[in-house]
């Protein structure tokens, strides 16, 4: 099942190469926040660093895809790696002794921000080139989402044990080291070699906005929830006299996310994506929502897992209706609106959630926070009811006609020779 998407050739390697760069992601917040609290002494500078590097990371995210889609991933992704690398690498260099100027800590995080290589949706794209098969693209993409999940609990994991032994300015040096490392090795794949860049036709940002709408409120929805979640979490737990235990709650859901995804890749599915996306953000409402209901953290655990369970098969459903509604040369953008829209989410329901904890109850609290995917989903749907965008063309050599791509999991009618219809 999945070992016939890494049999294909290249396959293992480019997404080997892609995981230990995005490893890096895994790392850097935590070691960037205890290394900035070391160096000046202050939560507030350590505060203000990370949501300045966190938010050039996020929001400029479709602008750095967009280089990737005009000039293609070789000529893009090793000048944003080895230019964040460096950047981390002063970063760590700054913060390994006490003393640094809060102003440079945050002037080198803005920058370093920006030049995040959006790994996620260059390898999304590679996926897309060497799986024509939407079948095999919808485990591909499943198990992306599923190893992405698994990268970003074990970053802090690993963190936590170099911080026994060495400065939190080491895991900064290491998050260098690893996307540095992993992006010279995934763009000498020869199958990134093969995406050829789109030239000017990615400039064409209203068509990929207009296009992937329905997806990117969707996944909008997804973050703020899961934002939300995680602070009402940990506000569960404390209220219990169990602030430690709030981690192996949000362990749950991560456990629950990977199920599902791996879950989600290995079905055949009947029903179009787009209504399948629309129901994962009721599915994901209503498990949050009986969280509300949870009278102990065995329960809220028990709930956690099955939010998680919707969590990775609506992501992999959106970047797959994402990657469906654009022009081949415009897959990398799309897939980082996407990937904007649920980590400006997640950011935003944090927020949100911080003001409403403090002034409402609990079991309030993880109601609220439902009415996100709930919303999303509605909204999704209202979109799905409106006249679609005109359907995506491939690009043919010189002299050839342009044939209409069928959107993912839409009946195809085609000979029997060809794919049956994805899963997403």
Known sequence: MYAAVLRTPYALR???????????????SLSLMLAVKAATGSYAVAGTVMAV?????????????RFIDRYGPRRALTPMALGYAALLGVLAAVTWRPGAPGWLLVALALCAGAAT??????????WSQLLPDRRLLQRAYSLDGVAEELLFVSG?????????????????????GLVAVGTLVFVASPMVGAV??????????ARVVGRIARPVIATLGVGLALGAADLLVLAFAEDRGRADAAAWVLAALSAGSAVGGLVNGAVDWRL?????????????????????LAPGLLTLAAAAACVGLFVAPALTTAYLIADDAVDPGLRTQAGAWVNTAVNAGSSGG?????????????PLCFAAAATAPLLAGLAAAFRAGQKPAPPALEERGPGQSPVTRTPVGEPQSSSPSSPSSSAE
């Open 117 to 126: 290589p959006p790994l996620g949706p260059a390898m999304r794209t590679v």
């Open 272 to 292: 179009p994506a787009r209504t399948r996306l629309t129901l994962l953000t009721f599915g994901l409402a209503a498990a949050l929502g009986a969280a509300a």
């Open 350 to 362: 944090t927020a949100g959630m911080g003001l409403l904890v403090s002034h409402a109850p609990l």
């Open 196 to 205: 050829a860049p789109a030239g000017r036709q990615c400039q064409e940002r």
């Open 14 to 28: 480019t997404f080997g190469s892609a995981l230990v760069g995005r490893l890096s992601y895994g790392t850097v």
């Open 53 to 65: 590097f966190g938010a050039a990371s996020v929001f400029l995210s479709p602008l750095r895809a």
């Open 156 to 176: 802090p994991l690993i963190v936590g044990v170099l911080v026994l032994f060495a400065p939190a300015a080491f895991g900064v040096a290491l998050s260098a």
